[in-house]
T-cell receptor
């Protein structure tokens, strides 16, 4: 089975721009979660989608949003980028929305200049 | 507020030695405690996980010890190998798939 894929792998943007990241979960997985990983804060939960509905949301500003499509693929959008948004953005998929094993993708490295 | 506290931040162990990483939590509602291993340029990969109804779980060279009363859990890597050199994260969850991660431990195993 193919693993979780994320595109693009690397991205460079400037302050004020917006960005969209994509995640394709493992086939058959319906839950997709997003995390931000930085050296200072570690891994922080952004949100989780299951069956096209946001089920959980972390403590991030409204500039961070996401959505999930009927094929379980998910996108994450960050508007009005700030320097502090530079991070590795990780997507994880799991079969269910309950407490379940999460499988992570390789991440998208976002650099904001 | 860090929901899961992890120590040490870095660890150097000789090949064949035992690596021990500790985590502590406050929220007694947590009911699933996984450990993840992350290599540079890769996403975290699940190593082993435990639920609070058992005190220990072993898979190969990896063992989780869980102390519910102390709200602590630890990862033991027996017979540590250079290939184990990576960053290790503990995590905890109680609601859906919202996981709270520790800040990570960078493990270096010296040949």
């Amino acid at each position: 089975k193919a693993g979780v894929t994320q595109t693009p792998r690397y991205l460079i943007k400037t302050r004020g721009q917006q960005v969209t990241l994509s995640c394709s979960p493992i086939s058959g997985h319906r839950s997709v979660s997003w995390y931000q990983q930085t050296p200072g804060q570690g891994l922080q939960f952004l949100f989780e989608y299951f069956s096209e509905t946001q089920r959980n949301k972390g403590n991030f500003p409204g500039r961070f949003s996401g959505r999930q499509f009927s094929n379980s693929r998910s996108e994450m959008n960050v508007s009005t980028l700030e320097l502090g948004d530079s991070a590795l953005y990780l997507c994880a998929s799991s079969f269910t929305s309950g407490v379940d094993t999460q499988y992570f993708g390789p991440g998208t490295r976002l650099t904001v200049l | 507020q860090q929901q899961v506290k992890q120590s040490p931040q870095s660890l150097i162990v000789q090949k064949g030695g035992i690596s021990i990483i500790n985590c502590a939590y406050e929220n007694t509602a947590f009911d699933y405690f996984p450990w993840y291993q992350q290599f540079p340029g890769k996403g975290p990969a699940l190593l082993i996980a435990i639920r609070p109804d058992v005190s220990e779980k072993k898979e190969g060279r990896f063992t989780i010890s869980f102390n519910k009363s102390a709200k602590q859990f630890s990862l033991h890597i027996m017979d540590s190998q250079p290939g184990d050199s990576a960053t290790y994260f503990c995590a905890a969850s109680h609601t859906g798939n919202q996981f709270y991660f520790g800040t990570g431990t960078s493990l270096t195993v010296i040949p």
